[in-house]
């Protein structure tokens, strides 16, 4: 048989390096801005976190109504939340994604337990940065950062996953037939929501609620709707603690939405009056960066499975050598590393690719100057930033094309999947290589087992992100092909 090649494309530049295609529109000191966080953050994790990281994981398995409130207060208290927010609000963050996903890997490698406690907030960051709604989006980012300096916190968590609807929700083809049981009403001076949604990280340390339902459950793409629900709004409270399997520090929780009233100053976007008629850019943006970031977070656990197994076998002594003498152990070791290596490429990849797609280069330098930020604190600056022109103008603006959208679909699907298979993959070899003192709490690699499982689940299982992949790099100018 003749095989004939139609697409020769398919590895275009573009998609194949996206790291390269980057090469040269990043400020000149970001790369020591970057490399900066990463150092502190790398004593941040070996002096506060390691010491906390077994210890709350058994507390929390002997109280599983618990909350990690110690880890809370160490994230606060070292400005943890402030990372992700923008350097012209007071935030701590370089303006890229560069910083957060591989501090991301860096923290998981000590606990992936504190990424959790940290996650849920920057889920809702995130999704609160692509409904390009300035004004709740710099009210919220100042408010975290006076949160952490002065107290009380102030946090937010995103809400998409329904009792009967994960899947469906997280992937805008299945979403028309998604099975929902949450609903808004329009009323006289905001909306009514009713429904409840669950597993949301960080549900029980947040104090507001980034919450995506639909005005028409049985229309959710074209009606759906962003809420912002404080924790203390009438006919709002918090459902049950999930008991889950892993990264206990991070509390996946129920939200419950009962006649709950948000004024109209609360409806982050419309997806009918602003996101162009649907809901499927925002949830492709969100995604399209928190798979990523999954993909950084399990690359981390992968590591630090290797990083224990690594110990064990320079400690361990087998036949009068230790481990690491033998090369059945040296073997195994290798793969790992070679493991942790390749996720790392690919997360870093997938980074690049939704840089390229979004512009994001850094933040330039002048933004940290004192006359720019007198400038945009200005009345008529703000008036400006919070019009509705502004924030249509960036829509469109921050909307990748459509190559550069597939582009970055399965880059950071790819990212999730390779990175949580590889930290599972790292975590078997660790236990088969230590035996049953790895099957011990007090080894660590048993709980970076339990956590690892959970990345492959989450921001759609890998099972879903396989078929998004299909969608979006085999199915390409394939009319033919049909995924979902
Ligand atoms: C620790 C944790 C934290 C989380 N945090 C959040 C959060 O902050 N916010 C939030 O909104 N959600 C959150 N989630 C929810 C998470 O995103 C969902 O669990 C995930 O998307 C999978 O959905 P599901 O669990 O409902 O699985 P289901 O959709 O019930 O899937 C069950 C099985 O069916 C398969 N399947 C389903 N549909 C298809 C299909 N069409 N084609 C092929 N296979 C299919 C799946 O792959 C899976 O194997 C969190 C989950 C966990 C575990």
Not at 25 to 42: D, I, Q, Y
Not at 288 to 309: M, N
Not at 355 to 372: E, H, L
Not at 404 to 419: E, N
């Amino acid at each position: 048989m003749r095989i004939e090649f139609d697409n020769p494309d398919l590895f275009s530049f573009d998609d194949s390096f996206a790291s390269l295609s980057f090469l040269g529109r990043t400020e000149p000191a970001l790369l020591g801005k970057v490399r900066a966080s990463f150092e502190e953050n790398r004593s941040f994790c070996q002096k506060y976190v390691r010491p906390l990281a077994l210890r709350t994981d058994l507390a929390l398995q002997r109280d599983p109504t618990a909350l990690a409130g110690e880890m809370l207060k160490l994230a606060l208290e070292h400005r943890r939340f402030s990372r992700v927010l923008p350097g012209i609000l007071g935030g701590l963050s370089d303006g890229t994604v560069i910083t957060p996903m591989i501090t991301a890997e860096e923290t998981a490698s000590v606990d992936a337990g504190f990424v959790g406690v940290l996650s849920g907030h920057g889920l809702g960051m995130a999704a609160l940065a692509y409904t390009m709604n300035l004004r709740l989006l710099d009210w919220f980012a100042r408010e975290t950062i006076r949160g952490e300096i002065q107290g009380p916190p102030f946090l937010i968590d995103c809400a998409i996953t329904e009792p009967s609807a994960g899947t469906d929700m997280e992937e805008v083809a299945l979403l028309p037939h998604a099975k929902l049981v949450s609903e808004a009403r329009r009323v006289e001076g905001g909306a009514i929501l009713n429904g409840r949604k669950c597993f949301i990280s960080g549900g029980h340390f947040a104090t507001h609620h980034l919450v995506i339902l639909p005005f028409d459950r049985h229309d959710p793409v074209k009606t759906s709707g962003v809420f912002m629900v404080p924790s203390t709004a009438k006919g709002f409270s918090l459902g049950k603690l999930e008991h889950k399997m892993g990264m206990k520090a991070g509390p996946a929780s129920e939200l419950v939405f009962e006649d709950c009233f948000v004024p109209d100053e609360y409806i982050v976007l419309e997806a009918a009056k602003t996101a162009g008629a649907s809901i499927e850019p925002l949830l492709l943006g969100v995604l399209g960066t928190t798979r990523v970031y999954v993909g950084a977070w399990a690359t981390g656990i992968g590591r630090g499975a290797f990083e224990i197994a690594l110990q064990f076998a320079k400690r361990t002594r087998y036949r009068g050598k230790t481990l690491i003498q033998h090369q059945f152990a040296q073997r195994a070791l290798v793969d790992m590393f070679l493991n942790v290596h390749k996720a790392r490429s690919v997360y870093l990849e997938a980074m690049f690719a939704l840089m390229n797609a979004s512009g994001g280069a850094g933040a330039p330098g002048f933004t940290s100057s004192a006359w720019f930020r007198a400038l945009f604190e200005s009345y008529p600056a703000r008036k400006v930033r919070h019009s509705d022109g502004v924030r249509r103008m960036l829509m469109k603006r921050s909307r990748p094309n459509a190559q550069a959208q597939q582009r970055v679909q399965f880059y950071s699907s790819l990212a999730k999947v390779v990175g949580s298979d590889v930290g599972m993959d790292n975590c078997h070899r660790a236990l088969d290589l230590m035996g049953a003192v790895g099957l011990r709490h007090d080894a660590g690699a048993e709980k970076l087992f339990r956590d690892a499982k959970l990345c492959q689940i989450f921001e759609g299982t890998n099972q879903l992100n396989r078929l998004h992949m299909a969608q979006h790099f085999l199915a390409r100018g394939d009319a033919s092909m049909e995924v979902f």
